[in-house]
């Protein structure tokens, strides 16, 4: 089943946002901030997050988003590759992440690594990746003195900025490389992933958006080891924004109940009564874009989307509510703010043993 929605603007107010320690920039180094900070600049206070890869998937990038959102402006660090060495992984940035930080109103520095050591352990992999700091410097300072939308900041910066940063990021892994002896993936998959800027960035979308649907369709037939769903119903959404983003996603749990399809993002915990705050956040940010859904349609039919995040656990006994789950005090605090954030922003909670 495939629902098909648009999202015109964002409304919405965070509530379980973590309290953010605040740096100077006179000191700043990327490298050896937090993950998600406070970054004061001349009077310019701004929130920052930084991604270990541009694949969305790993290390919980869209908590560390998700926290500085309530800030008045955001900012985030995305390296737009990251090769751990031939005996690992090798991600690129793809067009909806950069389309979804747009939406969301965030400014990304588009970085690479710079510098990395040689894994202790494993041959032909490279651990603790190191920015470029001077870069993301300078980008932090163009964008204090930017007075445009995120959307313009970040379109602009793929068109000025990618030819020459990907040719850095190559010149930096082929040092590295000749430096500790190491084995990288194919060079011609980085030339590939140039060649989509030569006329622009509307290959760069196409591609990503085919891998992003691909992805999709692969997620739809799988159960993730962190869910623990009531039933197996999955189905893609495809969202349409007013930027021309288009975003593929798939959601965990169906329901349709007559003129209403409940859009169920599920976290799971094995081992505690809630899953981990990095789960829930990450749920949280699909929360944003459900909440904001208009003409949500499947097969020509009109839909009121009504957006649920379910929380389960092996650990609990039966179906719970606020009033009656045992927690710890940090536990109960977090369920606290996520009920309030559920109530403000109208979506629902669901709290029950794993089936």
Request: charge should be positive; glycine fraction near 4%; hydrophobic fraction near 35%.
């Amino acid at each position: 089943m495939n629902i098909t929605a648009k999202i015109t603007g964002i409304e919405y107010k965070p509530k379980l946002t973590s309290e953010l320690e605040v740096f100077d920039f006179d000191k700043f180094n990327i490298n050896t901030l937090p993950s998600n900070c406070l970054i004061n600049y001349d009077g310019f206070s701004f929130g920052l997050s930084k991604w270990v890869s541009p694949k969305r998937t790993r290390s919980y990038p869209y908590e560390r988003v998700y926290n500085t959102l309530g800030t008045a402006k955001r900012i985030t660090v995305i390296p737009i590759i990251k090769d751990e060495g031939k005996k690992g992984d090798r991600d690129f940035i793809q067009w909806d992440t950069v389309s979804l930080m747009s939406l969301l109103d965030v400014f990304v520095v588009f970085a690479y690594y710079q510098t990395a050591e040689k894994h202790k352990t494993r041959a032909n992999k490279i651990t603790n990746q190191q920015f470029d700091n001077e870069l993301v410097k300078t980008k932090i300072s163009e964008i204090k003195n930017y007075h445009s939308s995120a959307l313009h900041w970040n379109l602009s910066e793929i068109e000025k900025s990618f030819p020459e940063l990907i040719q850095k990021a190559k010149a930096a892994y082929q040092n590295i490389g000749k430096n500790y002896n190491i084995e990288f993936h194919s060079i011609e998959g980085i030339e590939k992933f140039a060649n989509q800027f030569i006329n622009g960035v509307r290959k760069f979308m196409q591609t990503s958006r085919q891998k992003a649907k691909d992805a999709q369709n692969r997620e739809r037939q799988t159960i993730q080891p962190k869910e623990a769903l009531s039933t197996l119903t999955k189905a893609t959404i495809t969202i349409e924004n007013y930027l021309g983003g288009k975003y593929y996603f798939t959601t965990d749990e169906i329901q349709i109940k007559k003129d209403k399809i409940f859009l169920i993002e599920a976290k799971h915990s094995k081992i505690s009564v809630l899953p981990s705050i990095g789960d829930i956040k990450d749920g949280l940010l699909k929360m944003i874009l459900y909440t904001n859904l208009k003409d949500v349609t499947i097969n020509g039919k009109v839909y009121k989307a009504v957006p649920v995040i379910k929380l389960t656990s092996t650990k609990l006994a039966e179906k719970i509510t606020l009033e009656n789950i045992e927690l710890n005090k940090r536990q109960k605090e977090i369920l606290r703010k996520l009920f309030e954030e559920a109530k403000e922003n109208n979506f629902q909670i669901i709290i029950e043993k794993a089936e």
